[in-house]
C-alpha cells in the first residue's frame, strides 16, 4: 500500500509518498481501506513534534477517516468487511489502508460521501464535548466563537444554535464572516490580525463588548489562542466560561485578575483524552451528532478536496491559517 510519510520531524514539504507492506488486522482490530481522510491542526503539529503525541517514526498523519472495512481480526464482532465506516485513528490516517480498534469505528450513514463522513468526528466530537461538558451552554445563552469560520469555529457555531444559544461569531475577513453568517451566526465580527500592542488589544476588547452587549459572554469558545485570548477574556460575562480549545496563534498567557474580577473560570478541553477515559458519555455524543446531521442541524463543510499525492498541501494549507471549513484529502 501507499501511505505519506514523515521520516524526520519538519513542515508538509518534508512528506514522502512511500510504499509499505499492508497492515494486518490484530485482536479486536479492523483493517479500513481509507477513502477519505480529513485534514486538522493536530496534523501540522504531529509532524513537526509539537503534539501531545508523538508516534514513531516513520508514521503517516492524519487523525480523521471514512473507509469501507477491508479485514476483520479476532474478537470483533458486530462488523463485516464492506461496511462503511468513520473513525479516528490518532495517526495513521493519510495511508490507503490503516489497523483501527473496532471500538473507535462508527457507521457512516447510507447517503452521506466518504469525504463528509471524514469531516465530522474530530471538529463536532471536539465541540459538543466542550459546550456541554466544559462549558455548560443553556438555551438562552450568549456564545462568543473565535475562528469561527474554521473546521471547529463552524461546528461550534452550528452546535451553538442548535443547543439554543445566541451565538457570535469572530473572524479574520469578510469572506470567512459570510461563511459563519451562512452556518448560522446571530452576528459576525472580523478583527484584524495579530500581533497586537497594547491599545490594539484594548480595542479588540472594545469589539467583543459591542458585539456581544452588556452582559457579556457565558461561553467563549476559542480555538485560535495568541494575542486575541486576552481581548476575549475581557469580554467574558459573570460567571463565565472560556474553554481552551487551541492555539494556532500561539499560546497565550492570561492575566488571572480577570478571572477573579469576573468570577469566571477558564476550561481546558482535550477531547482526545475525554473519548478515551470515559468512552460510554463520547458515544453518546457521537450518537446524537449523527441525529442531529440526520435532521440537517449540523453538516460538514468540507471546501477543498486534494488527491492523495497532494496531501502535504492540505497539510500547507491547514498551516497557513486561511482555510474555511474543512479540508479533506481523497485517498482510496
Known amino acids: 500500500m501507499r501511505a505519506l510519510l514523515s521520516r524526520a520531524p519538519g513542515g508538509p514539504e518534508t512528506l514522502e509518498l512511500a510504499e509499505l507492506p499492508d497492515p494486518v488486522a490484530g485482536l479486536g482490530q479492523v483493517v479500513v481501506a481509507v477513502k477519505a481522510c480529513s485534514i486538522n491542526f493536530p496534523d ?59 471500538a473507535r469505528l462508527y457507521r457512516l450513514p447510507q447517503g452521506r460521501s466518504f469525504e463528509d463522513g471524514a469531516a465530522l468526528l474530530l471538529t463536532y466530537g471536539t465541540t459538543i464535548h466542550a459546550l456541554l461538558d466544559r462549558g455548560h451552554l443553556k438555551p ?6 473565535l475562528g469561527a469560520a474554521g473546521g471547529v469555529g463552524l461546528a461550534a457555531i452550528e452546535l451553538g444554535k442548535a443547543f439554543g444559544a445566541r451565538v457570535i461569531a469572530a473572524v479574520s475577513s469578510p469572506e470567512k464572516a459570510e461563511a459563519a453568517a451562512q452556518a448560522g451566526a446571530d452576528e459576525t465580527l472580523v478583527y484584524e490580525r495579530a500581533p497586537f ?13 459591542a458585539a456581544l452587549g452588556p ?5 467563549i469558545y476559542d480555538p485560535v489562542g495568541g494575542d486575541y485570548a486576552e481581548p476575549a477574556l475581557r ?13 494556532p496563534a500561539g ?25 478515551a477515559r470515559d468512552p460510554q458519555a463520547n458515544a453518546a455524543h457521537v450518537e446524537r451528532l449523527f441525529e442531529l446531521w ?39
Open 235 to 247: 469580554s467574558i460575562g459573570w460567571e463565565g466560561r472560556y474553554l481552551v480549545v487551541g492555539f
Open 197 to 209: 500592542d497594547k491599545a490594539q488589544s484594548k480595542a479588540l476588547a472594545d469589539q467583543f463588548k
Open 44 to 102: 501540522v503539529l504531529i509532524i513537526e513534534d509539537k503534539y501531545q503525541f508523538k508516534p514513531q517514526r516513520p508514521f503517516a498523519p492524519g487523525s480523521e477517516i471514512a473507509g469501507v472495512i477491508d479485514s476483520i481480526g479476532d474478537g470483533v464482532e458486530g462488523w463485516a468487511v464492506g461496511d462503511r465506516v468513520i473513525a479516528m485513528t490518532g495517526h495513521g490516517g493519510l495511508s490507503e489502508k490503516v489497523a483501527v480498534e473496532a
Open 294 to 332: 440526520a435532521n440537517g442541524a449540523i453538516a460538514p463543510r468540507v471546501t477543498r478536496t486534494f488527491a492523495f499525492e497532494d496531501g502535504g498541501q492540505a497539510i500547507a494549507a491547514m498551516a497557513a491559517r486561511q482555510a474555511i471549513g474543512k479540508l479533506v484529502v481523497q485517498v482510496g
Open 251 to 275: 499560546i497565550p498567557k492570561l492575566p488571572l485578575n480577570l478571572t477573579l474580577l469576573k468570577s469566571c473560570d477558564v476550561c481546558g478541553v482535550f477531547w482526545g483524552a475525554f473519548a
Open 215 to 219: 452582559n457579556g459572554a457565558d461561553v
Open 140 to 145: 438562552g445563552q450568549t456564545l462568543l466563537v
